[in-house]
């Protein structure tokens, strides 16, 4: 459904003056105070028709559908404010200062969105205490039905601190109110030469309150950043801000036209007004003026006049005690005394939480809304366009330049078309404003000025590390990038604001927005160098991945599998890249890092079609030639990769199968650690089979194996082993196991033993030791959070939901599978999301939904029978019970009825009638069956 379109609000801002020296005065005082204030403006807001939207620290910001009812709220809470005495801080008095702006906004999840509310705000800001101000569009329609004795004095038209259009301001006039007030605080009260802005400022807090805290305490800070990013009017926002904090106001230099560096200093002068003087050399007239002068000068796009702008930077810093200086470059200007702010792309909408409301908090978003809006007054943000308006945002990096870009090609294309064509970004993203400068027209003109400026061997590295896809680090550059000095060029792409910089496990880990990847490609393929990079890419993360192998068995695994994870987008290059020409290095790549793709990785089907895809390649290779033990290699670690990716799906015959291959390649191998494994992993599979034989005999040699390396190994086939001898009848060989595996568990703590813990725990629920159960479960999901592996972490909590299930805690177990539900959808588990809806269906038969219990049952049994998964004997109990319960509590035609209501369900569907309260969902025809 569509949110909520823009309908025309009044909005009141309100502001105590001075609360902050109030605050530090009266500490205790201000708290009751600060109390009743708010209740007297809540008061005289929804006396009047209003209501509260939010309180703003010492204000409030109210809506009302009338004008006339918010110009009424203010004078009223104005009366009653003044009215009391505030004796707690006497002498002081409590002193509230007010706007009124009527505007078009939109209405979500209780708070209000668009131009209008950031006006109301800038207008109460201009005031002073007990002085009401009124926009235009307010005295419009209030003019003629004031109250009794209230008139609006004229004050003229007066800049706010937003930049954009001027604003005619009004002051509304009351016997009871003040009268004379100094002048208001607008930008026409001070010295300046800030520009007018066409268009408003999205966002930006907590940057403005940054960049506001670094120039309180530093002389000069530069706003660094990529081109686009916003830094221009980020500079100017806070300068407007801050124009009350400098008597000889706010001076802007624009460096962007220049192109000689002999061009700065009177580009200065003549923002300065100062004129030649015969006799007196232009940088000592300039020295002169700014001496005693407190006042705040932005620098404007520094980076293409780096030098000069930092020689003069620092003469005035030297000699001109009062001036600061913000300014705006890519690069830091490098001289003493200087703090850079690097300034970020706008916030992205969250990935899982594509909500009108959540993609509205993310500053991109609202960006790219408001253009396309400007663009097309017709568009709206709605349910149908989020995910497609969520990818625009994220594709493009939060770049403003570019979402403004994207969002004029409105006028031709769907959000969606956009987002598609996006892969030809450079094409798409053109045609901006005619009088912008000629780099801010298109995206490719964007970027080309931040190439232009890179001297040759930093263009070479730019272009070479196109080749990571979502990061590196600096080891990965150096040696793909060998013949380069990559130290020195890579901080100085950093600096330069073209390259990234984050920390992660204590090591530094590099970027490129992915635009300006996509740039730095297209000159790699111009260069002709394309293929040699990748190759030398591919090399690296094969040699990568041949470390990993041991390490994800070692003491190091949970660090190994955060790096692998960090670096699994250049995984996932290098394997595309392989496939083609080097088949066997790539299985041999994609088996090194089986354990990832199994505890993990959340594409397990792209993994197996890749094994898959790579297997038939090698083994169609003849066996006889050069190297054919690395191929032995590649072959076995890819084996065991796609039979554990079968057995995750359920597919056990292919399992079975294919872990027979396994462990023949493995035995020829002679690795007795690889061997233990697989026979481990094939002895599971042999208990699924019902081959109790065979699963005693895989799991006793792979004991006999892994003990030899290390003890925690032999939990490879003791769990199995119990698992045997329980179902035997072997108690007591049974306990004794149990124990032993117990003792191991307290000495390790590895990836490996999450399956072990869910094992465990399934044996222990099926046994009815619930508690046993719960313990191992919880153990189990503690290595999987810290593993962050979303199916383990999945897995863990179905089973203890199940737990809340048996224990008869049927909501706390409902609201579990509602998340799960979901979260299996999204991993591609479908076998895991019939088994869910089992259960969905074993809660409605226990609160009497015989006939919703039966139809969820039937779309359980037609989503097994599309995968071709059937349930295990275990899970075969309850649900017979089940379905013989419910045939003999429904008639036959009811039934057969709701069974094949419950069949005739898609996925979608059933997991939204699963999911979906009875009360909401009295029949699946709500559903649209």
């Known amino acids: 459904m569509d949110t909520n379109r823009a309908s025309t ?119 002073h205490g007990t002085q009401v101000l009124v926009s235009n569009s307010t005295a419009e329609l209030v003019r003629d039905g004031l109250p009794t004795g209230t008139s609006l004095l004229d004050l003229g038209e007066h800049r706010l601190k937003d930049l954009i259009r001027p604003e005619h301001v009004f002051q509304l006039v009351h016997p009871a109110l003040p009268s004379a007030f100094p002048q208001l605080k607008s930008l026409d009260a001070y010295p300046n030469n800030l520009p007018i802005q066409l268009t408003s400022f999205i966002g930006r807090e907590r940057e403005i309150g940054e960049t506001k805290r670094l120039l309180s305490t530093a002389r000069l800070v530069t706003l660094t950043g990529s081109g686009g990013t916003g830094k221009t009017r980020l500079a100017l926002q806070v300068a407007a801000d801050e124009l009350p904090d400098f008597l000889d106001g706010v001076w802007l230099v624009e460096l962007a036209p220049l192109s000689e560096a002999e061009m700065v200093l009177p580009a200065l002068a003549s923002a300065l007004e100062l004129g030649d003087m015969p006799g007196v050399l232009l940088l000592d007239l300039v020295t002169s003026y700014l001496h005693h002068r407190r006042l705040l000068l932005v620098l404007d796009n520094c980076e293409h006049l780096i030098d000069a702008c930092a020689q003069l930077a620092d003469h005035l810093l030297r000699l001109c005690p009062s001036v600061k200086i913000l300014a705006s470059s890519r690069e830091g200007l490098g001289i003493a005394g200087e703090v850079t702010y690097h300034v970020p792309s706008l916030s992205l909408p969250t990935v899982d939480d594509l909500t009108p409301e959540a993609l509205s908090s993310s500053e991109a978003a609202q960006l790219f809304v408001e253009r396309a809006t400007a663009v097309n007054p017709h568009f709206t943000l709605t349910a149908g366009n989020l995910a497609a308006i969520a990818q625009v945002c994220r594709r493009l990096d939060g770049i403003p330049l570019a979402l403004e870009l994207s969002a004029a090609r409105i006028k031709l294309f769907t959000v969606e078309q956009i987002a598609a064509r996006l892969d030809d970004r450079f094409r798409l993203l053109t045609g901006g404003s005619r009088t912008a400068l000629p780099r801010q027209q298109t995206l490719r003109a964007m970027i080309d000025w931040s190439y232009d400026l890179l001297t040759e061997p930093e263009r070479l590295l730019l272009r070479r590390l196109s080749v990571f896809v979502g990061g590196w680090t600096f080891e990965a550059a150096d040696a793909v990038c060998s013949d380069l000095d990559v130290l020195t060029l890579l901080e100085q792409l950093v600096n330069k604001s073209l390259v990234g910089m984050e920390e992660f496990q204590d090591q530094a880990r590099y970027a490129l927005l992915e635009t300006i990847r996509q740039y730095a490609r297209d000159k790699l393929i111009e260069s002709g160098e394309t293929a040699a990079m990748r190759d030398r890419h591919f090399d690296y993360f094969l040699q990568i991945t041949g470390q990993a192998a041991p390490g994800l068995l070692g003491s190091q695994a949970f660090e190994w599998f955060d790096r692998l994870a960090a670096d699994y987008d250049n995984l996932r290059a290098a394997i595309e890249w392989g496939q083609e020409g080097r088949p066997e290095d790539t299985l041999l790549l994609a088996g090194n890092i089986i354990f990832f793709w199994v505890f993990r990785a959340d594409d ?309 009638y699963a999911t979906t309260s009875v009360g909401e969902t009295a029949s699946p025809g709500d559903i649209n069956l």
């Not at 008095?93 to 706007?99: A, E, Q, S, Y």
């Not at 078009?104 to 509310?117: F, I, L, M, P, T």
Request: contains cysteine; charged residues 25%.
């Open 604 to 912: 397990r089907l792209q993994a197996f079609t890749w094994l898959k895809d790579l297997l038939l390649r090698v083994e169609e290779q003849p066996t006889e030639r050069p190297g054919s033990r690395r191929r032995l290699r590649a072959r076995a670690r890819g084996r065991i990769a796609i039979s554990q990716l079968l057995l995750s799906q359920g597919d056990t015959p292919a399992a079975t199968e294919s872990f027979k291959v396994a462990i023949a390649l493995e035995r020829e191998l002679g690795q007795e650690l690889w061997l233990a494994i697989a026979l481990g992993m094939a002895a599971s599979l042999a208990i699924i089979n019902g081959d109790l034989e065979g699963a005693r005999q895989a799991a006793e040699e792979s004991l006999s194996l892994s003990g030899v390396y290390d003890r925690r190994w032999l939990l490879i086939s003791l769990p199995i082993l119990m698992w045997i001898e329980h179902r035997l009848g072997n108690q007591a060989r049974a306990d004794q196991l149990r124990q032993e595996i117990r003792r191991c568990l307290e000495q390790v703590d590895h990836p490996m033993f999450m399956p072990i813990f869910l094992s465990l725990g399934i044996e222990a629920r099926y046994q009815g030791r619930s508690e046993d159960a719960r313990m191992y479960f919880r153990e189990g999901l503690k290595i999987a959070q810290r593993l962050k592996s979303r199916s383990f972490v999945a897995a863990m909590e179905s089973e203890l939901a199940h737990l809340a299930r048996g224990k008869g805690d049927l909501q706390q177990s409902k609201e579990a599978y509602r998340k799960l539900i979901y979260t299996w959808r999204e991993l591609g588990q479908i076998a895991a999301v019939a088994n869910i809806l089992e259960c969905f269906g074993y809660i409605a038969h226990r609160e009497g939904e015989m006939e919703r219990a039966v139809r969820l049952l039937g779309a359980a049994e037609k989503l097994r029978e599309n995968i071709r998964v059937p349930m295990r004997d275990a899970e075969r109990l309850e649900y017979d019970a089940t379905v013989a319960s419910l045939r003999g509590q429904l008639d036959a035609a009811a039934f057969d009825s709701a069974w094949a209501e419950g069949r005739a369900m898609d996925l979608e569907r059933a997991i939204r």
């Open 9 to 127: 609000v009044t909005f009141l801002f309100t502001d105590i003056e001075g609360s902050t020296r109030l605050w530090e005065q009266y500490p205790e005082a201000m708290k009751p105070v600060l109390a009743r204030h708010d209740l007297m403006l809540r008061q005289a807001v929804e006396s009047n028709r209003g209501h509260i939207v939010k309180t703003t620290g010492d204000g409030c910001h109210a809506a009302f559908e009338t004008a006339a009812g918010a110009v009424v709220a203010a004078l009223a809470g104005q009366q009653a404010l003044m009215a009391d005495p505030w004796i707690e801080i006497q002498p002081q008095t409590l002193r509230v200062r007010m706007g009124v702006h009527t505007g078009e906004a939109e209405a979500r999840s209780g708070d209000y969105y668009g131009s209008a509310v950031n006006r109301a705000a800038r207008l109460m800001s201009i005031s």
